[in-house]
């Protein structure tokens, strides 16, 4: 079955960066999403790449909105098959931060709307698209050369992050933000149960944590970061990607950081 690869969210920040670094490494298609500005995401992610441009699709797709991913999926399985081809490497990235300092600043709306982006979405994108993870009895041979870069089981990655950590909370704050991130955590470790099951060897699922990484996302919090501890978005995809292919199926329902290390639940 030919492989392929997704991003969602693509059209900024470590996305945009992951997208990118899948093109310039693979050569099986991609598939980015983005909100809105398709033709423009689409051109941006190509700028100053040497590839064949028909690789990439760019589909429109906002983790709040589940008709949405409902169409994409749907228009994926025009292209990829489910048993036809799989889904090889995909990275699930959305993020909202409502960095509350203590519980008065607490906002019902805020919070509802941290946890439809950064647990809902993902569980959603889990739901439309596990059909395109290859199952148990899938029998295939490996195309080399579409094989490149990709990671030799399946792996489906969330973006989560280390305040999402309830063993490693010593300060306190940002209450939805990390309560939505130990909640991606609990989903990745519950869907890669399912694939235990499903697909074996064959797919798995991972939670990863980034760093803090010169984002629009991040920018207010920069001052209180160490010069050496505030990292490139793009050498921070390079080490994401680094760390999904290198993990495997030992790593699986666990949440890695950008330097290969595990981070405690």
Known sequence: MPPWSMISPASRGIGFALARRVLQTTNAPVVATARKDLDKTKERLLEGLKIDEARLRVLRLDVTDESTIADAAATCKEHFKPGDHRLQLAFFVPGLLFPEKSPGQIDAKDAL???????????????HFSQFLPKKSAQSEEDEVLMQGLPFAASMAIMSARVGSISDNKLGGWYSYRASKAGVNQVVKTFDNHLRTASGDKAL??????????????????????????????????????????VGVDGRGKCWDWDGKEVPS
């Open 113 to 127: 709307l941290t946890f439809q982006t950064n647990t809902l979405g993902p569980m959603l994108m889990i739901k």
């Open 205 to 246: 699922a991972v939670a990863l944590h980034p760093g803090t990484v010169k984002t629009e996302f991040s920018k207010e919090f920069w001052g209180g970061v160490k010069k050496e501890k505030l990292f490139e978005k793009d050498w921070v995809a390079g080490r994401l990607v680094d760390v999904v292919r290198q």
